[in-house]
């Protein structure tokens, strides 16, 4: 892996939305920086601060920072760990460990990390475009391909479910089905009768579906209701007896742009924001001559334990 693929990779919809994050802290909440460096926990010769368990969390997500420090457990535990690694480090420094050239040449390259990844975040900043461009940006790309936002045409419904499938279950379906045409309110039934407790706490409400996402029965159902409002009647699935109510009804299209802005905004900052880091990663590494002859004499050294490797591997594939 070189370091250009390193600093720029962005395959996977996890590495793009870190690569959002580190632009749009905003959506983290604000940043959050001591004035001063506070004592958390304190030793012989070994300070923990506040500086430290922030300079720690930087390796979470942006998103994430806010939800774990604001936890005093988990600051505890944090600052603890850090207060253990130091005294280790401390230890480590005593007998010399910071002088063996394998330990140098691994804190070089930590510092290295450390150091790029503060100044791939500026560039991230410098970066940041406009909520004007952005838009434009994204409604260019909306125009440029419509068939990425086709929709299939969907039904919004709410029911209530009576679990099993006996005579007794459909016959109090059948008695819930008339409380409601005669005038029960549907969203209070459904809280108190349904057996579907993920949606009974919302009334009912199961969203927006189209075809091929619910049971057959209920989805036969739901889509034969024309008008806002109609009920179904007793609809029997594996679950038991579900009444359906249809509260409104998409038809097949292209979803409008307002409906898909902010998905497109999030694409066009995270595009612009890669495009910066490849575009400095490739100023870098034009400055770098691989030499390929010491590579082959490196890799050489390890070819030998390659069969023992591939053994130790297997049993975790």
Known sequence: MTLFADLTRAASPIRAFAVASAVFGWMAGPAVASEAAVPLVQGDKIVITTLDVQADALRMPPE??????????????IAGNLYVRRALAAEAQAIGLDKDPLVVAHLKVAM?????????????????????????????????????????????????????TTTESKAE?????????D????????????????????GGDVGYFGKGRMVPQFEQAAFELKNKNDLSGVVESQFGYHIIQLLDRKP???????????????????????????????????NGVPDVKAMEAFAKNYEAAVPAARRAVAPQQ
């Open 64 to 77: 994430m920072r806010p939800l774990v420090l604001s936890r005093v457990p988990t600051v505890s535990q």
């Open 183 to 202: 005038g029960a309110d549907f969203a209070k039934l459904a809280e108190e009768k349904s057996a579907d407790k993920g949606s009974a706490a919302k």
């Open 252 to 286: 097949a299209g292209v979803r409008p742009f307002d409906e898909v802005k902010e998905e497109l905004a999030k694409e066009v900052r995270a595009s612009i924001v890669q495009d910066a880091r490849v575009a400095e990663a490739q100023r870098l590494q034009a």
């Open 173 to 181: 379906a059948e008695k819930l089905l008339k409380d409601l045409k």
């Open 112 to 164: 290295d990390k450390v150091l790029s990844d503060a100044l791939l975040e500026r560039i991230d900043q410098k970066s940041t475009p406009s909520e004007a461009a952005v838009e434009a940006k994204a409604r260019t790309l909306y125009r440029a391909k419509p068939d990425r936002f086709k929709a299939e045409e969907q039904v919004h419904a709410r029911h209530i479910l009576i679990a099993g």
